[in-house]
């Protein structure tokens, strides 16, 4: 019997009817440009940061969100468009990055980054190869 939540099942073995899973789409919250707040002299301003065509080398854009001393949900959106499109090494590099840079943040910056990052290293062993154990 599958289970219920809030009255409704949650599908038949695992798999929920077409209509409640076009509204789980994952990424959907990954906006196509993002603001960078950059103070120059007092004086705030932005740089916009293209989530859709995104820099081969993310270093440049560490560099400014790490002199930035930018909050967390900007590296951890940023290393989401890089999952998006499949470049799960950058997302990790930025993740990592991140870290460091807040390293003496909240707990709950750190776990977000972890978090994130263990999501990461789980979706990139879903695609890993699979070996037979033993001998062949």
């Known amino acids: 019997m599958a289970a219920l939540h ?8 695992g798999h929920a009817d077409e209509d409640a ?13 993002m603001d960078i707040p ?3 002299g007092g004086v705030e301003e932005a740089v916009e940061v293209d989530l ?6 993310p270093e440049e854009l560490c560099t400014l969100l790490e002199n930035e001393n930018v909050a967390r949900n ?3 959106t940023i290393a989401l468009a890089y ?19 807040h390293k ?7 776990l977000a980054f972890l978090a994130c990052l263990c999501w990461i290293y789980l979706w990139q062993t879903r695609d890993a190869p699979r070996l037979k154990s033993g001998k062949q």
């Open 21 to 33: 899973q076009a509204a789980f789409v994952r990424f959907s919250d990954i906006p196509p440009a």
């Open 38 to 40: 950059v103070s120059s």
């Open 74 to 76: 900007y590296w951890v």
């Open 52 to 57: 859709e065509d995104l820099m081969e080398d």
């Open 83 to 101: 999952a998006k499109q499949q470049k799960l090494d950058h997302a990790v590099d930025i993740l990592t990055k991140g870290m460091g840079a």
């Open 6 to 13: 809030n009255g409704h099942t949650n599908g038949v073995n």
């Open 104 to 110: 003496n943040a909240r707990s709950e910056d750190k």
